[in-house]
């Protein structure tokens, strides 16, 4: 028989988490937290997707964690690591008391709406891989996140290669790489943070890149005394997080740049020259220098924020293999680029990302209409929400009470997320117990209030950085675009404090107007 719940939650990071935490501030205590992993923290669980050599947040710490001032903890320093993310989540989890709330190792398999004010969760018990518990609950949160499927590269011979080979997300911690040849596909953020930490055991290092990368450096240190001070005083993270969006007030910020700023032509040429000539004082090969500098604007793709990423290159046993075509295909013995150059290497790490904004389970609401019909979703694009259709990236139409946390119409990609995991998880607490409150039974968005806001997230995209490159952003990647894959639409892409005007300010309506309530 399956368990009732007012709430089923899907997904033990942040989001789920400070879902959980508003819930019970409510006065809503009938919720569960259903999650696949055997710890919390989403991305950042031990064992997670981000548990691989020198995972660390690249947002500074102070403003990314969570209830920081309320909870009394300060950061060990300025960008913390993983293992220091997952410990905090725990103590995270105990101050807001939801220990009981959790289902460990419980896999969503899949969501129907079986009616009004009920939905169907089935699981799979990830301890057996057999079928699990079936929850139902008035209401369902999908917050399972946006990088939680690691993307494999699509190329010939995956399972040729003799040596060893993994993810960076499914990093294997039983094979030594001390003395080995280790080949990175890639140079994105988990690689960028893999090739700094491995270096210095491996005998040779050699990364494959297609595309280079803009790095910021982050200046990493111990949280000074000073800002140790500022915690006890009280209020520190708080006033960091805080967001102006009423008066669209200055940001305290540690980034040296805006979020007009990106999008100014001028500026954002500005910015590349000078990121370029640190570049040529850093790495001391002028043609490797030359590799190693972009041809696109800055934050087109993913900006890294990274220490001694362009100085590795200067160290003997490191080479840089660059490819605009890439890697075409893995070999026996190691890859195979498109110029038909052949690299051999002991240990093979896969550096590839995730697929974003993917649908890993079948969610069916009202009349059999599904999530992935609603926000593009098919097997062509990998299951990806390239089409998404909602009011705030939260409501959709014809799946009453289901809410999505950080979807793909809620945030652009400079949002620091955890503020976003905040005011939504704020949001579908009050509208909850708001409801309960009222008799109210189920609550959906009127065809009109998508369809504004579908536009809106349309519009949004004009004249932004992102579209003037390939990236995974707006599913642009050059592998989608050699599949024949859509470039997405509908993504929010409008400032932080615009988004938070309209869901928070109402500015595109009353949400009386905007959301339909049944009794």
Known sequence: MAQRYEVVIVGGGFSGLLCGHYLKKAGIENFCILEMGCSLGGVWQNGGVGGYPGAACDVPSYAYLPLLDEIGFIPSKKYVSQREISEYTDRLVAYCGLESHIRFATK??????????????????????????TFQGQHVVSANGPLSTPRMPELDG?????????????????????????????????????????????????????????CMPRDDEPTPPEIVEAFKKGGYSESLRFIDWQNDGPRVTPIPFTFDTLHNEEENAEICRGIA?????????????????????????????????????????????????????ITETGVRMASGDGYDVDVLIYATGFDSNHIPFPVTGRNGVTLAERYGANEANKWQMTRPQSLWGVHV???????????PQSLNPVTNVTLLCEEQGKYIAELVADMKAQGQ??????????????????????????????????????????????RSLGMWMGSYEEYLRHFLGEAGGAREALLHYSA
Not at 186 to 201: F, H, K, L, P, Y
Not at 305 to 324: A, E, G, R
Not at 397 to 407: E, K, L, T, V
């Open 108 to 133: 969503v398999t899949a969501v129907h709406y079986e009616g009004p004010g009920a939905w169907r969760v089935e699981t799979e018990d990830r301890k057996t891989g057999a079928a699990g518990e």
């Open 158 to 214: 995956l399972g040729h290669f003799k040596g060893e080979a993994f993810h960076t997300a499914q990093w294997n911690y039983d094979v030594d790489l001390k003395g080995k040849k280790v080949g990175v596909i890639g140079t994105g953020a988990s690689a960028a943070q893999v090739i700094t930490a491995i270096v210095d055991e491996v005998e040779t290092l050699t990364v494959f890149q297609r595309s280079a990368t803009w």
């Open 277 to 329: 000539e640190r570049i040529k004082r850093e790495v001391k090969d002028p043609a490797l220098a030359e590799k190693l500098t972009p041809d696109y604007p800055f934050f087109c793709k993913r900006v890294l924020f990274i220490d001694d990423y362009y100085t590795t290159f200067n160290k003997p046993h490191v080479t840089l293999v660059d490819d605009p075509q890439g890697v075409e295909a």
């Open 397 to 407: 139409a014809d799946m009453p009470n289901f809410y999505m946390m950080i979807g």
């Open 441 to 486: 039974q189920e609550v959906e968005p009127t065809a009109e209030a998508v369809a504004d806001w579908t536009s809106r997230c349309n519009a949004s995209a004009d004249g932004k950085v992102w579209l003037r490159c390939n990236n995974w952003y707006m599913k642009t990647t050059k592998t989608d675009v050699e599949a024949g894959r859509e």
